[in-house]
């Protein structure tokens, strides 16, 4: 998979910058596709590390390029603001969410939610891949189509998830 900038030109080198890209997804016997992606460039590792693949349409007034706009401006809004020390999964308003903890002992709530789940979906499922991939056990980012909760340290997902090679784009 690749992930291509989309309208940036160059990233911080000093600073972990969360931004929507491009990924090629490929699935096999079918035609590769352009999804939107949150992507992380970590400077530390000189690596972009994909976290979610917004290919679902579930949200009608949110197509997944809004979508993919909207959470990645989260994430870098919650990571500057130092309160992206943790993922984990919640609820709100009586849907399933992922959210953004300073602490474990934090709930989620609207006021630290990062995105929604598809409503059916588990949301510990997500935390528990996204867990997988900081450990090395899977390379492939959350895509979303798809009990306890369960807490995914950010500095370590940033440290050891699996990159992506970049392709510089100037267009959008």
């Known amino acids: 998979m690749i992930v291509v900038q989309s309208g940036r030109n160059e990233l911080p080198s000093d600073r972990v910058?969360?931004?929507c890209g491009t990924m090629i997804h490929r699935e096999e016997g079918r035609v590769s596709r352009k999804i939107p992606a949150t992507v992380a460039y970590v400077p530390q590792r000189r690596v972009n590390v994909p976290i979610v693949a917004w290919q679902?349409?579930?949200l009608l007034a949110w197509n997944p390029q809004r979508r993919c706009e909207a959470v990645s401006s989260k994430f870098q809004t919650f990571y500057e603001d130092g309160r992206l020390n943790y993922l984990s999964n919640g609820e709100n308003n009586g849907y399933p969410i992922i959210c953004a903890l300073l602490e474990k002992q934090e709930t989620c709530s609207g006021e630290n939610q990062l995105f929604q789940i598809r409503e059916g979906s588990k949301p510990e499922?997500?935390?528990v891949r996204l867990k997988k991939?900081?450990?090395g056990d899977s390379s492939k980012p959350i895509y979303q189509n798809s009990g306890d909760r369960i807490y995914v340290p950010m500095s370590?997902?940033?440290e050891n998830a699996p990159?992506?090679?970049v392709e510089t784009s100037t267009s959008n």
Do not use: A, G, Q
């Open 156 to 158: 370590k997902f940033l």
């Open 56 to 58: 679902d349409t579930h």
């Open 17 to 19: 910058t969360f931004y």
């Open 163 to 165: 990159s992506v090679e």
């Open 125 to 127: 499922d997500v935390i």
């Open 133 to 135: 991939i900081f450990e």
